[in-house]
């Protein structure tokens, strides 16, 4: 078993972070059931009192939540010359089957948690808690998902087995093994080219027709989805390639690294923001006809949808930079 | 201006221990009154003031403000509303202890982000207009009673409310000082200020300044 | 944008906190010491670790690709030279040497010295080069006699020519190198055998391919892949590094408990404010967010502090504190000079475990000084 201090590090994170989330919930459980506004007993009083606690443990857990993302990441990265054909993240994944599973379960806790930060931000900005029984209700249901991404992380470590020599007799590797996939397949370019600048760019077109049609915004928030899908496909089957300038590396893990200039945060960090902003943006609409937010809501959505845009923008561009510097050519080989 | 109708306060509801303190008060304070609640220890007169000035959140009843109903509001819009509307001074003055006069004057508007030029401006012509200008940078704690209160009172200006509370003002204070708070009083009236004061004190509730006195006795209404 | 009421808020906030702060040193100061101490001892467990790992991966890089032992009933046997040019036939190898060491016991520090012929530029006869350490430990300078029991049970001088340059110390501490005939004289090992062979590879991809080959064309050899040894080497540090931090959660447990009794034991007059804050217009987040300001603020200082402290600890003074339980097994400590490494997920790893621990311990205390009725003061 693998234990470094990073997973010593991400496993008490992520036991804290279910046990409070699941302590949060008992709480959202109870409050569904008995919140009453218009009264003054000491019973709702203490409710009141108690959102703030309650909220804040949610948002430190799910910033939490988003650093581990990384760490994780990151440390995969780190324990891959543990492994056996393991030469960056992607082997160290691959090793057990709960590793990728465990990296999607955390960018769907991220989401869901962004998601659930901007519908709190809103509620407070109400002045009858219009939101505070759907918030704590919906962490009801986000809960049990941070509870299988810690079964799933927790799986994943555990399986961990490194290959060093331990017995004095035939200790070699890979011989008798099927390689650790350290490969990911990709798209082929054209393909994915089409569909990167095709979904981008009705995104960023429905973005600009919520100025118009504020309707347009539940759109947006599914184009966002959508769009990270489509980036996440790009940076596997042509980014990357640009980037390491290799026909067939396509690892979107190693563009973190130092060795190619920390570049790939400059797309992943636009890229997640942009993403959980536009759904955030699409969460917030269904409540402008509730009384107390009907002037806070069009501006907020406006705001969250700006961002969200100018993130896609620059991702766009950013892409392009790096297509058109690279020394490798794709296209030209098309066909060959 | 402000309206309360039925409201009751209990404290510690539901225990051994559970006080009522008021039981049901309906009334109904106009604006640029000054008005006196007045009462013996215990009568309840004190929690009334908090229930008015949205200190604290009655039991049931209902509590309007300017018409609008402020019992089911979040802390955060009742703190706001607060801030805007009321101004407390408290019968300890319950300065803070460490900070200049001109930083506790300065306390209330921290929560708002207004600059800080602007919020130093405001304190200083408070200060002035109390004769403590040349107090501002003393330490809250160095001021004498009658000094302390004028800072108090100076602390519940800092954000222009309409109103102002006074809890048991001259409780602490001689003869000749009170006086000198019966000249404030006249000059916040003059400003077209509400004042809402509690007070056992004849000196205070057969004022000629104060136009409006309330009685008090065991929660409800004399 | 700074003049935002947002900012200005902050400000304001973080201004009331340092004053409070500056008003209770006492407490504080105390605090403050606890928390650096817990990420000193954090810091100097991961920077000590990362240097020795550098360390050892930086010289087990010049390691062979492949090393050839022969076994014989489960043990290392010496192997013959004519393996060589069975080797030799093997597609993929670039070369093969066979290479002498071995282990000597000197009961006099009761230590294992390492006796090696050098591939290039052996010493000459009757003449070693010692490691660093072993000169300090035997009190040997060049010119000095060190005298070596032959398998036969005779003296055998030899005189110091040189000391190896302690860039690498943690190899070659208990080094000694010889030449050939010296060292088949000493160990009594008759030429055409070899302690065993090393190979170099034409293609590094090819390498577990060719030892596979190796395997098969001598049966009764164990080929070791040099990236085999380095996987071990990283492991264990790993795992070394994970067991401590293990063992130090004891450490943290105790100073989340510390943190979390610190922040709930307000004092009187805080509770005062506290409630005055409330009344005059404060709202529980406004207290709550200075609070966790002052949280942040007496982090950031700690983390610092406490690195500060553990970088100086190790690159100053080697980790004088508990070098040995990561140093390993060896009775011969070198002496070498650390390269300072700051490794940015290091660091964050670090981070993640100090200060986590102590935003958790503190929010439920902060929470509950924040919720105090704003009526509080007028009940006292």
């Not at chain 1, 100025?211 to 996440?232: D, E, H, M, Q, V």
């Not at chain 2, 009522?20 to 007045?38: D, F, K, S």
């Not at chain 2, 604290?56 to 089911?72: E, Q, Y």
């Amino acid at each position: 078993m693998v234990v470094n201090p990073a997973i010593v590090a991400l496993a008490i994170a992520t036991l804290a972070s279910s046990l409070l989330l699941a302590y949060s919930a008992a709480f959202g459980w109870r409050l569904v059931r008995t919140w009453d506004l218009s009264s003054g007993s000491e019973l709702q009083l203490g409710l009141e009192r108690h959102t703030y606690l309650i909220s804040t443990l949610v948002a430190f857990v799910f910033a939490t939540e988003a650093i581990s993302l990384l760490l994780f990441v990151y440390n995969a990265d780190r324990i891959a010359p543990l492994f056996v054909g393991a030469m960056c993240a992607v082997g160290t994944l691959n090793t057990s089957p709960f590793g990728f599973p465990a990296l999607l379960v955390k960018v769907l806790v991220f989401f869901a948690a962004s998601t659930w930060l901007v519908l709190h931000h809103l509620d407070t900005r109400g002045y009858d808690y219009p939101l505070t029984r759907l918030k704590y209700g919906l962490l009801l249901a986000v809960a049990p998902l941070v509870v299988v991404e810690a079964y799933l992380q927790t799986r994943f470590f555990l399986a961990l087995d490194t290959d060093v020599i331990t017995s004095c007799c035939g200790s070699l590797f890979g011989a008798n093994r099927e390689a650790l996939g350290s490969e990911l397949a990709g798209l082929p370019p054209v393909l994915a080219m089409t569909l990167f600048y095709g979904v981008l760019g009705v995104t960023l077109v429905v973005g600009l027709a919520t100025r118009r049609w504020p309707a347009a915004g539940y759109a947006y928030a599914l184009l966002s989805a959508l769009s990270f899908a489509a980036s996440l496909a790009a940076i596997v089957s042509f980014v990357s390639l640009y980037v390491y300038e290799h026909p067939h590396h396509h690892c979107p893990f190693c563009l973190l690294k130092s060795e190619y200039g920390y570049q790939g945060y400059l797309l992943y960090g636009p890229l997640f923001l942009a993403t959980a902003l536009g759904i955030g943006s699409g969460a917030v609409r269904p409540f402008a006809r509730v009384p107390s937010l009907s002037d806070v809501v069009p501006p907020l959505a406006r705001r969250l949808t700006n961002v969200s845009l100018s993130m896609f923008f620059f991702l766009v561009v950013w892409v392009c930079i790096l297509t058109a510097r690279s020394g490798l050519v794709l296209l030209g080989n098309e066909g060959v | 201006m402000i309206e309360l109708v039925d409201v009751r306060k209990a404290f510690n509801q539901g225990q051994h221990n559970e006080l009522w303190a008021v039981r049901g008060v309906t009334l109904r304070l106009e604006a640029n009154c000054t008005t006196v609640l007045r009462g013996p220890s215990g009568s309840g007169k004190t929690t009334l003031l908090t229930l008015i000035g949205c200190l604290a959140r009655p039991t049931s009843g209902r509590v309007r403000l300017r018409g609008r109903d402020v019992s089911g509001m979040t802390e955060r819009f009742l703190t706001g509303l607060r801030r805007q509307t009321f101004g407390f001074v408290f019968q300890q003055f319950n300065l803070v202890r460490g900070l200049t006069v001109e930083e506790n004057v300065m306390l209330p508007a921290y929560p708002l982000g207004v600059s800080r030029p602007e919020l130093r401006r405001r304190a200083h012509n408070l200060l002035e207009s109390l004769d403590l200008a040349p107090h501002a940078q003393a330490r809250a704690e160095w001021l004498s009673g009658g000094q302390a209160q004028r800072a108090a009172i100076a602390r519940a200006l800092v954000n222009d409310p309409a109103v102002i509370l006074a809890d048991e003002p001259t409780a602490n204070l001689d003869t000749d000082l009170s006086h000198r708070f019966l000249d404030i009083v006249r000059d916040l009236k003059r400003k077209g200020k509400t004042l809402i004061m509690t007070s056992h004190d004849p000196l205070l509730y057969q004022a000629p300044e104060v136009d409006r006195v309330i009685g008090l006795r065991d929660g409800h209404l004399d | 944008m700074p003049n935002n009421p947002w900012f200005q808020r902050q400000r304001y906030l973080v201004d009331f906190t340092v004053g409070a702060l500056a008003r209770r040193k006492g407490r504080n100061l105390a605090l403050l010491a606890v928390y650096a101490l817990i990420v000193f001892v954090l810091a100097s467990v991961l920077l000590f670790s990362q240097a020795l790992r550098h360390e050892a991966a930086m010289l087990l890089s010049s390691a062979p690709e492949v090393t050839v032992q022969r076994m014989v009933a489960g043990r290392h046997d010496l192997v013959p030279a004519a393996y060589l040019d069975r080797l030799a036939k093997v597609r993929g190898v670039a070369d093969g040497r066979g290479r002498l060491w071995g282990y000597y016991y000197d009961p006099s520090v009761a230590a294992n010295y390492t006796l090696l012929v050098p591939m290039s530029d052996p010493p000459p006869p009757g003449k070693v080069r010692v490691g660093a350490t072993l000169a300090r430990t035997r009190g040997l300078g060049v010119g000095d006699v060190l005298s070596l029991r032959s398998h036969e049970g005779h003296p055998f001088p030899f005189t110091v020519d040189g000391t190896l340059s302690s860039e690498s110390a943690l190899l070659t501490a208990d080094l000694v190198l010889v030449c050939e005939q010296d060292f088949r004289a000493l160990f009594g090992i008759p030429a055409g055998l070899y302690t065993d062979l090393i190979l170099t590879v034409r293609n590094p991809r090819e390498v577990t391919k060719v030892a596979e080959k190796v395997l098969r064309t001598l049966p009764d050899t164990r080929p070791i892949v040099r990236d085999d040894i380095l996987r071990t080497y990283a492991a264990l540090f790993d795992w070394r590094e994970g067991m401590v931090m293990v063992l130090l959660s004891g450490a943290v447990l105790a100073f989340i408990i510390f943190a979390w009794d610190k922040a709930s034991g307000l004092s009187a007059e805080e509770r005062r404010e506290i409630g005055v804050l409330k009344a005059i217009g404060w709202e529980t987040s406004d207290i709550m967010a200075m609070k966790l300001w002052e949280g942040l603020l007496v982090s950031v200082f700690a983390f610092l502090l406490g690195y500060l402290a553990a970088y100086l600890h190790v690159f100053g003074f080697g980790a004088s504190l508990f070098g040995p339980v990561l140093k390993g097994w060896s009775v011969l400590y070198p002496q070498f000079e650390l390269t300072p490494r700051v490794d940015g997920f290091q660091v964050f790893t670090l981070f993640f475990l100090s200060v986590f621990p102590y935003a958790l311990a503190t929010i439920v205390p902060v929470w509950r000084a924040a919720i105090a009725d704003p009526d509080v003061v007028m009940r006292q």
